[in-house]
Each structure stands twice: as C-alpha cells, then as structure tokens.
C-alpha cells in the first residue's frame, strides 16, 4: 500500500515537472503578443472569479449570463474581423515616424517609457470625453453603454466602429509623440488590464483612497448610469486625475446601469445597433432625446 503511494506520488511529480518544463519552453519561444494575450485572459478569468465570489451589484442571473454572453461573443468578433482587415498593420505604417516627433529628445529609458504612459492615458481620456460630446462618435460608443449588466466583460464590449476609430488615435498618438510602436502598444495593453479592473463588479477597503489615484469600480460604475449627467463623467482610463484637473470628477452611485429605454441586445443587435440612432443621445444640447420619444 506505501509502496503504491509512492509511486503515484513519483508519477504525479514526473508529471508536474515535465508540464512545468513545457510551460517554461513555452513562455521561452513565445512572442510578446502571446503573453500580453495570455495575461489579458488570466486578469477576465481573476476579475470575474472576484466579482461572482462578492458581487456589489447583483442585477440577477439571468441578465449576468446573458451580458457574459453577449460581451465575450461580441469580443471575439471583433478580434477576427479586425485581423482580418489587417487594421494591425497600421501600427507598421506609423512606426516610420518613430524618432521624430515631441517625445524623440528622450532618451529611451524609463523617463520616457513614464512620459509615453501618462501622455497616451491622457489622451485616452480626450478621447473617451469625444466619444460622449460628439454624436457620429457617441453612435459607436453608445453600444459599450447599453450593458444592463456591470461586469468584467462590459470592458470587452466595444462597438467594432469605435475599435477602428481608436486605432488611428493610437496611430497618430505615435506619429505626433514619435515614440516606438511596440512601446505604444505595451502601454495599451497594461491601460487595457486597468479597464477590466474597473468594470469588475466589486468593491473593497479603501477603494476610495485608491480612487484619488486611480478610476477604481465605484467611479467607474457612476460612469455607466443610464441618467446622462451621471455618465458624462469619470472618463479616466487608469488615472482619476485627469478627472479631477477637468472638472468631470462625479462621486457616489448611479441611478441605474446601462441606457435608458435600450432592453438586453443579442450579439447580432449590437451590431447593428451601433449603426443605428435609436436612442441617440443629442449631445450638443442639454437634453436627452431618443427616437422613441419622439
């Protein structure tokens, strides 16, 4: 019987080494976008293990299951269709710049790297502040919006006419800085970690000491009221002080989440609800006006 024991315990072992062996080959031969991948997809599985464990909002199973659908379907496609029309490849186009703009008096180093971080999240927030103040823009944007669910996976959701529309800022961001591509994309893969943080659906200790510094769950959850004073606020992407320096800090909870009037979409609607001015929100006045109010 100890015998037997100890052999399986010498077969399990064997067995964990010779997978820790691959897994190291693995990370060895691996490219930098794997990685990133494979980080990204551990933060959704972490953040969505935190907030089934201790949800803060719990807008019932029904509605959760179907916005963890509907996000992760509307993720995916995007991320085909978007390498299917090469948009990668923009990135190529702009690293020609790379040394001759604002930024190439820097040395590489992490001075520059800093620089380069602050700069792209300020400029993330201009464009974020776009996205609701313009209404050809706010006609992708809306889609992100009209989640009735506040979750990790509402950060996936993403109309692919916004996805288009950010990546010739980010290919201008690199034109105008002059900074290296690879740099700009590094940067925009650990901004995108800090988004799945602050639609994870939680709340913890201290949460508003760190929210001085950072957009944290509870800024962001004002962020997705369906009441457009409380929306058109907190459009930080990893610092609130951009926030606070422009006047769009709002604290507290929201009134509801999501948009007002839009019921839960399939994939197949979102799609085309991105296209579509239904329950467009007229942002050039004070009023909030929808097709269907009319």
Known sequence: MIRHALDLNFIVGQGIDQAATRVTEWVAEARVEDLLALVFITAVVACAHLEFRQPFLRPGLRTLKHSYFTNVCTYLFNDVTLSLLSIPSLYLVAQQFSGRG???????????????????????????????????LWLFHKVH????????????????????????????????????????????????????????????????????????????????SDLREEHD?????????????????????????????????????????GFTSRNAFRRASKLVESTEEA
């Open 145 to 224: 919006h009209s989640d009735r669910s506040f979750n990790v996976t509402t950060g996936l959701r993403f109309h692919m006419g916004e996805l288009i529309l950010e990546v010739f800022v980010r290919v201008a961001f690199i034109a105008v800085t002059g900074v290296d591509a690879e740099l700009v994309l590094f940067n925009q893969a650990l901004i995108s970690l800090f988004v799945l943080f602050h639609h994870t659906n939680v709340t913890f200790p201290h949460e508003a000491l760190l929210s001085r510094v950072i957009i944290v769950p509870r800024l962001h959850r004002m962020h997705h």
């Open 233 to 273: 606020s907190n459009y930080g992407a990893v610092l609130s002080i951009w926030d606070r320096l422009f006047g769009t800090l709002r604290e507290g909870e929201p009134h509801a989440i999501g948009l007002k009037e839009v019921d839960e979409q399939r994939f197949a609607d979102l799609i085309k609800y």
């Open 102 to 136: 604002l930024l190439s008096l820097l040395p590489e180093g992490p001075v520059q790297w800093l620089v380069t971080f602050l700069l792209l999240d300020l400029s993330l927030y201009a464009w974020h502040f776009a996205t609701h103040h313009f209404d050809w």
